[in-house]
């Protein structure tokens, strides 16, 4: 891109370089535009890509939505170039039953058929139409929840007088044409491509994964976006094995804390490892209650041993941990000390093949270890808090 016509950002502020001189750009709304040079029907833009990607970078959603509701070229770029522009933010992400609302039916959202309306290629609408006949489910939901039929997603903001606002919108469990298929892809697209400041989970109903599959086209490349819910913090309560892969795959949260509540922990060992040390550009702070000390004494070896040590989660806390730890012959800085019948202990660990990186080690436990018991298990460790430090 040329000198002329480029935007420069400076201290929040954008201006606009033309001839040597800096204009300042000011945002107005579509309306506020005089009727002169507001876009008419028909009128032809010659700009190349890349230089509508380059304005649009420094649109917000809103804006970016105005754009793509006024012709299919600018829908197609925002479509195409999605994962590099910016996302809607909502206070928080919901899945609930009908029966869990306390209001009428006409507080739901419907969704317009020009929204959801896309090309649909040959190969993905038999894909769908298998998915119907084998009745695929849209929604994974536990036991109790089995007889449900609708899920009402729930997408909740907070607007400038800090009132909240809430959008409620029904999707069947199993989907019974191609109209309803569209209707989830437009909202699963909708959902990986905005941002949720809180997301809480109590496994009761997830999105099903082999629905994520059935949507969207994968082995055509032609989803350019990531398939991911990105968050600020998200609370989840784990029931079943599967549940940390769908946590794996599509989540990606600054902060995570989790509850597994779900017996046979020795068969989600290789998950929980891989989670915790190959999932640093996922998350940052992780926290995990009720853990058996198998997967604390993983994380030392690990932090000691890796060849591949930057891809660890930052920040992990483990709480009320049964079974006992390991020591490191590697630890540094050991510190003791006790208060109250608590015993704290910190020390430092580094990586054998790359000494320069660091992780802090906070241990809180009972100085009497017979003294602590949790779910019917004897807890040795009440807190361990493994950061990096470098």
Same mark, same amino acid.
């Given at each position: 891109?040329?000198?002329?016509?480029?935007?420069?950002?400076? @201290?929040?502020?954008?201006?606009?370089?033309? &001839?040597?001189?800096?204009?300042?750009?000011?945002?107005?709304?579509?309306?506020?535009?005089?009727?002169?040079?507001?876009?008419?029907?028909?009128?032809?833009?010659?700009?190349?890509?890349?230089?509508?990607?380059?304005?649009?970078?420094?649109?917000?959603?809103?804006?970016?939505?105005?754009?793509?509701?006024?012709?299919?070229?600018? /829908?197609?770029?925002?479509?195409?170039?999605?994962?590099? *522009?910016?996302? +809607?933010?909502? +206070?928080?992400?919901?899945?609930?039953?009908?029966? &869990?609302?306390?209001?009428?039916?006409?507080?739901?959202?419907?969704?317009?058929?020009?929204?959801?309306?896309?090309? *649909? !290629?040959?190969?993905?609408?038999? /894909?769908?139409?298998?998915?119907?006949?084998? !009745?695929?489910?849209?929604?994974?939901?536990?036991?109790?929840?089995?007889?449900?039929?609708?899920?009402?997603? %729930?997408?909740?903001?907070?607007?400038?007088?800090?009132?909240?606002?809430?959008?409620?919108? +029904?999707?069947?469990?199993?989907?019974?044409?191609?109209?309803?298929?569209?209707?989830?892809?437009?909202?699963?697209?909708?959902?990986?491509?905005?941002?949720?400041?809180?997301?809480?989970?109590?496994?009761?109903?997830?999105?099903?994964?082999?629905?994520?599959?059935?949507?969207?086209?994968?082995?055509?490349?032609?989803?350019?976006?990531?398939?991911?819910?990105?968050?600020?913090?998200?609370?989840?309560?784990?029931?079943?094995?599967?549940? *940390?892969?769908?946590?794996?795959?599509?989540?990606?949260?600054?902060?995570?804390?989790?509850?597994?509540?779900?017996?046979?922990?020795?068969?989600?060992?290789?998950?929980?490892?891989?989670?915790? #040390?190959?999932?640093?550009?996922?998350?940052?702070?992780? #926290?995990?209650?009720?853990?058996?000390? #198998?997967?604390?004494?993983?994380?030392?070896?690990?932090?000691?041993?890796?060849?591949?040590?930057?891809?660890?989660?930052?920040?992990? %806390?483990?709480?009320?941990?049964?079974?006992?730890?390991?020591? !490191?012959?590697?630890?540094?800085?050991?510190?003791? @000390?006790?208060?109250?019948?608590?015993?704290?202990?910190?020390?430092?660990?580094?990586?054998?093949?790359?000494?320069?990186?660091?992780?802090?080690? !906070?241990?809180?436990?009972?100085?009497?270890?017979?003294?602590?018991?949790?779910?019917?298990?004897?807890?040795?460790?009440?807190?361990?808090?493994? /950061?990096?430090? &470098?």
């Amino acid at each position: 891109m040329s000198e002329n016509g480029k935007i420069i950002e400076y @201290e929040g502020i954008k201006y606009y370089l033309e &001839d040597g001189q800096l204009y300042r750009l000011v945002p107005i709304g579509r309306g506020q535009l005089p009727v002169e040079i507001k876009p008419k029907k028909g009128v032809k833009l010659s700009l190349p890509q890349e230089n509508l990607l380059d304005v649009f970078k420094f649109l917000d959603f809103d804006q970016l939505l105005s754009f793509q509701q006024t012709s299919f070229y600018f /829908k197609n770029i925002v479509d195409k170039y999605g994962k590099e *522009l910016a996302r +809607k933010k909502f +206070k928080w992400l919901g899945f609930c039953r009908i029966s &869990d609302l306390k209001f009428g039916e006409n507080n739901f959202v419907e969704i317009p058929p020009h929204l959801y309306d896309f090309k *649909l !290629s040959k190969r993905l609408e038999q /894909k769908w139409i298998r998915g119907i006949e084998e !009745s695929i489910p849209m929604f994974l939901t536990t036991t109790q929840y089995s007889d449900i039929d609708t899920v009402v997603c %729930e997408l909740g903001e907070v607007n400038y007088n800090w009132r909240r606002g809430l959008y409620y919108i +029904k999707l069947p469990k199993l989907p019974k044409n191609l109209e309803e298929m569209a209707i989830a892809r437009y909202l699963f697209k909708l959902i990986f491509n905005c941002a949720f400041e809180y997301y809480e989970n109590h496994d009761m109903i997830r999105i099903n994964p082999q629905m994520i599959d059935l949507l969207f086209d994968y082995e055509n490349e032609t989803t350019n976006f990531p398939l991911q819910i990105h968050l600020q913090g998200a609370e989840l309560t784990l029931r079943c094995h599967t549940s *940390l892969y769908f946590m794996w795959n599509f989540l990606v949260s600054n902060y995570c804390g989790v509850y597994i509540n779900f017996i046979n922990e020795e068969r989600s060992m290789d998950i929980l490892c891989k989670i915790l #040390t190959e999932g640093g550009n996922k998350f940052l702070n992780i #926290t995990f209650y009720q853990l058996h000390s #198998t997967l604390y004494n993983f994380i030392i070896k690990h932090i000691e041993t890796s060849q591949e040590i930057t891809k660890m989660v930052k920040e992990i %806390e483990l709480q009320n941990i049964s079974g006992p730890r390991i020591s !490191s012959e590697r630890a540094e800085n050991i510190k003791v @000390e006790i208060n109250e019948k608590l015993k704290f202990t910190t020390f430092q660990l580094a990586n054998k093949h790359n000494p320069k990186i660091k992780f802090s080690v !906070s241990i809180k436990e009972d100085e009497d270890q017979s003294a602590h018991v949790e779910g019917g298990n004897r807890v040795l460790t009440r807190e361990a808090i493994i /950061k990096r430090i &470098d």
